[in-house]
């Protein structure tokens, strides 16, 4: 298995208050992602990083933002939570940035209630 | 506007026949696809994949399959087990893009 983690796995938080999730790799990949995943809708990209401080949006990033100063590391910060935002979220990382016979590798998940 | 498309949200087959899962996708620009396998409380996993100049790929029970012309994928599952019991999600990426565009995944439970 790929080597990476996410932490917390699991989080409670009130409406309006500020959250960050991180992910963490130990595979040197460039390429990491942040998705989450709702019924009716599968896994939907976030933010994905192309390498350390380069970050671009994904298809929902509204309420979402992303940092990655180091190669390992990926932070995902909701800047003021909200109830639309209560989600399991997965990083994911890839060595050849969903190039031909790449292939993403995904964390064990956060999941996140927002009261 | 969803360009990747799981329009069955589950299926349940009898262990030891055939599964087969679909796909399909709108954007004939796509040359790479992904399956992946999810259980409940982790992270989706790699299952199989198939470049845009093939048609099918096998590998042990699961074959996907590639229809350019009808931009149609599907996984075929032979013998199917209890254990295959998961969410599939199957997915795209565009060329020229660091991204996977996924479906909106399939449950499929095998009846033992």
């Known amino acids: 298995d790929a080597g990476i983690t996410q932490s917390p796995r699991h989080k409670v938080t009130e409406t309006g208050t500020p959250v960050t999730l991180r992910c963490h790799q130990t595979e040197n990949h460039r390429y990491m992602y942040w998705y989450r995943q709702d019924p009716g809708h599968g896994l939907r990209l976030i933010h994905y990083?192309?390498?350390?401080?380069?970050?671009d949006k994904g298809e929902v990033s509204d309420g979402y933002s992303v940092s990655r100063s180091k190669t390992e590391d990926f932070l995902l910060t909701l800047e003021s939570a909200t109830s639309s935002q209560t989600s399991v979220y997965f990083c994911a990382i890839s060595d050849n940035g969903a190039g031909l016979e790449d292939t993403q590798y995904f964390g064990p998940g956060t999941r996140l209630t927002v009261l | 506007d969803q360009q990747v498309k799981q329009n069955s949200p589950s299926l349940s087959v009898q262990e030891g026949r055939i599964s087969i899962l679909n796909c399909d996708y709108t954007n004939s620009m796509f040359d790479y696809f992904l399956w992946y396998k999810k259980y409940p409380a982790e992270g989706p996993t790699f299952l199989i994949s198939i470049s845009s100049i093939k048609d099918k790929n096998e590998d042990g029970r699961f074959t996907v399959f590639l229809n350019k012309s009808a931009k149609h994928l599907s996984l075929h599952i032979v013998p199917s087990q209890p254990g295959d019991s998961a969410v599939y999600f199957c997915?795209?990426?565009?060329?020229?893009?660091?991204?996977?565009?996924f479906g909106t995944g399939t449950r499929l439970k095998v009846l033992a």
């Open positions: 990083s192309y390498g350390v401080k380069d970050t």
């Open positions: 997915a795209a990426t565009p060329p020229g893009t660091y991204k996977y565009i």
